[in-house]
């Protein structure tokens, strides 16, 4: 596998995901997108504000345009929002990347998200009952972040894409 496909990170909310894209694309030497910065920088909010001001369906569908859209472009690691999987044409434009799926518990994840005010507010339980069937899909690797780090989950990565240790940047 080399270094040049995009990798894409899908999870719940506070699964991690911005955390390890990071350490993953310094890893690989590749750029680093995350839905978070994608969203105020074009739509003027943050996810919490965009679904008060515009609705979920609207949010969820600004959090899709970031995906293709990064997708789209040169290779690079992309933090997908959640909502991103159930939408056809992203779970398509999925395959041409490695997708790392960073999953925990509901209850590791209810714990993460009461230390953010610019998520909306959902419900782990409830939004992996809609998700879990389309991260199952499009996942090349899942990761338990109840039980690894940032770190753990760049290690488990790179070792999947199959890049030796001198192939990482």
């Known amino acids: 596998m080399s270094k040049n496909k ?13 955390s390890a894209g990071r350490l993953i694309a310094q890893a690989l030497g590749l750029p680093f997108s995350d839905s978070d910065p994608f969203l105020q920088e074009r739509y003027g909010g943050t996810a919490a504000q965009i ?21 789209a472009g040169e290779p690079e690691v992309i933090a997908a929002a959640a909502s ?3 939408f056809p044409e992203v779970r398509a434009a999925l395959a041409k990347a490695f997708v790392v799926w960073v999953d925990a518990s509901d209850e590791v ?20 009952a809609r998700r879990e069937p389309f991260f199952r899909e499009v996942a ?19 070792r999947e894409m199959g890049l030796p240790e001198g192939d990482r940047h």
């Not at 990798?7 to 719940?12: A, D, E, K, R, S």
């Open 84 to 86: 991103t999987v159930e």
């Open 6 to 18: 995009p990798v894409v990170l899908v999870g719940l909310m506070g699964s991690g995901k911005s």
């Open 140 to 158: 090349d690797l899942r990761c338990d972040v109840g039980e690894l780090t940032p770190e753990q989950v760049r290690d488990a990565t790179l």
């Open 51 to 71: 679904a008060e001001r515009e609705g979920a369906d609207a949010l969820h569908r600004y959090e899709a345009d970031h995906v293709l859209h990064q997708l």
């Open 109 to 128: 994840l209810a714990q993460r998200m009461k230390s953010s005010s610019h998520r909306p507010g959902f419900g782990p339980a409830a939004m992996r």
